[in-house]
């Protein structure tokens, strides 16, 4: 079956910086996309999604940018905080329907004070 | 507060044994699910419930039963032929298929 995967599976940064996030889709008929956020032993939190028909979406301090093109999803992380240290993971999904999404393995995000 | 509960948040199950691990929603939502995670693993669904009374196998259903008699509610029963249930279980929910799925706050289980 198709996959959604992450190139990096840890990222270290130092607070302040800007962090990127990356997720390569495989089912080029997916439309709507999801970046959750994990902290350690807790459930997946919703951050920020994306629709096919947009390129970029902002929300606080985190932008998704989406190129259909190559099949390319990433998480921008502004001005990363200690705070932001988890699990990042996506999924990728069609709108409507029955189709059931798949997530990504995750990257850890380890933001150093 | 809405949202989706999970209980126990911690489980240990003796082999042989089955155990239920409970997932309440006060979200209105139609559809339900459960996945399973493992250290450095991503996500595996197990079972999906797009409505009452009707539920769906997903990639690892094996060892394991659900049941959707309320909307509310999709409690998972781990079961002895589960040969490997130590795991991260998250419950999830979503107002249908294909829109955003929220999850639980997860439950550990462990075999003892």
């Known amino acids: 079956g198709e996959s959604v995967g992450l190139h990096l599976p840890t990222l270290s940064v130092q607070e302040g910086d800007n962090s990127i996030i990356n997720c390569a889709y495989s089912?080029?008929?997916?439309?709507?996309f999801i970046w959750y956020k994990q902290e350690s032993g807790k459930g997946p939190q919703f951050i920020i999604d994306i629709r096919s028909n947009m390129d970029k979406r902002q929300g606080q301090r985190v932008t998704v940018l989406l190129n259909k093109t190559v099949k390319h999803l990433s998480l921008q992380i502004a001005a990363t905080q200690p705070g932001d240290s988890a699990v990042y993971f996506c999924a990728e999904n069609m709108a409507g329907g029955s189709y059931i999404p798949t997530f990504g393995r995750g990257t850890s995000l380890i933001v150093h004070p | 507060d809405g949202g989706i509960t999970q209980s126990p948040k911690y489980l240990f199950r003796k082999e042989g044994q089955n155990v239920t691990l409970s997932c309440e929603q006060n979200?209105?939502?139609?559809?339900m699910y459960w996945y399973r995670q493992d250290p450095g693993q991503g996500l595996r669904l197990i079972y999906y419930?797009?409505?009452?009374?009707?539920?769906q196998k997903g990639d690892i259903a094996e060892g394991y039963s659900v049941s959707r008699e309320k909307k509310e509610s999709f409690p998972l029963t781990v079961t002895s032929a589960q040969k490997n249930p130590t795991a991260f279980y998250l419950c999830?929910?979503?107002?249908?298929?294909?829109?955003?799925?929220?999850f639980g706050e997860g439950s550990w289980l462990t075999v003892v």
């Open positions: 419930s797009q409505i009452v009374n009707d539920f």
């Open positions: 999830a929910s979503s107002p249908g298929a294909g829109n955003t799925i929220y």
């Open positions: 979200l209105n939502h139609d559809a």
């Open positions: 089912n080029s008929a997916s439309d709507y």
